[in-house]
């Protein structure tokens, strides 16, 4: 916990994964609501085969979804939203002529049947 | 908003995710849900690794979530995933000797920390 | 019902993960939880690009989700995120150096608007 999901789809070659999981994640540790920067599980994913809507002008989405143990409030969780979404904002360029679409989802695990361990 | 993922898995080689994704937005736009189609994020993911069950006959499987801002009645929601298993049901036809599961998830997406941009 | 995936960090080289879906898919079914073992639909996904946290240590980790229709109790959850965690931890051995964080989440899909059909 927390763990983190970035998806983008492959049209958007400029983005810099390691440097963005990297900067998602010290806004994370930032936000003072995590107890270990250790804690943060970040990764990305491209996405290869994807379709925005039913237009065919070119399109790309970069979507983040944090997953939190359950019990922060909504304005905790909104807050960490906009951090992340500022984030995906700042580190654009993006391609000329491609739409983009920035989003980030907040979403509680639940913290009663959560199991972890960490070795080594 | 919405997001849709599909997964399938490696052995249904005869799907086609272009044009399965490209009818199960169609199906989207056709709930009159959503207020413009190019809001709707779809992508498909190859399971290359997977397992069902623990019998050896060969299987496979398409799951599809739709992710959705929370507030839609259980109504719509249950029209929304019949509507997207019966796209899945249309776009066989399923290799011979692999037993195949289709199913759709609707899930919320919490709409008080959700945020998002578009550029360009 | 139920789905579950196990993402692996690409650096836990030794993970066998046709072995080690199927020793998860035999934990859910001594649980007894499920009727048909034919349900039980597994995937590993190996993650190229991820990020542990701020500090510069070699990391890794192994994250499970199980997700379930909804109805089960808190306490039956909670066995089966155990169970599961059980089998994470009798997989290793890790590679040395890496600091290793395994963790099951689980999760309800809803019910009321969950489609599926079996083919063949």
New interface residues.
Partial sequence: ?P?LHL?Y?ANLTQLD??KT??RL??AL?ASGQFG????????????E???????LNE?G?V?VRL?LLSGRS?QV??Q???S??AVL?DI?D?PE???????????D??R?????????
């Fill in positions: 916990m763990h998806e789809t994964t390691d999981l990297l994640n010290h540790v270990a920067e250790f804690d943060i599980k970040s990764r990305a994913h491209k996405v085969s994807f379709r925005v809507g039913t237009g399109r989405f979507a997953a909504a969780k909104k960490l939203s906009e992340l979404l904002q654009g993006w002529g491609v739409q983009v679409q920035l989003s980030v989802e907040v979403r695990m639940d009663d049947t959560y199991s972890k361990v960490a070795i080594g």
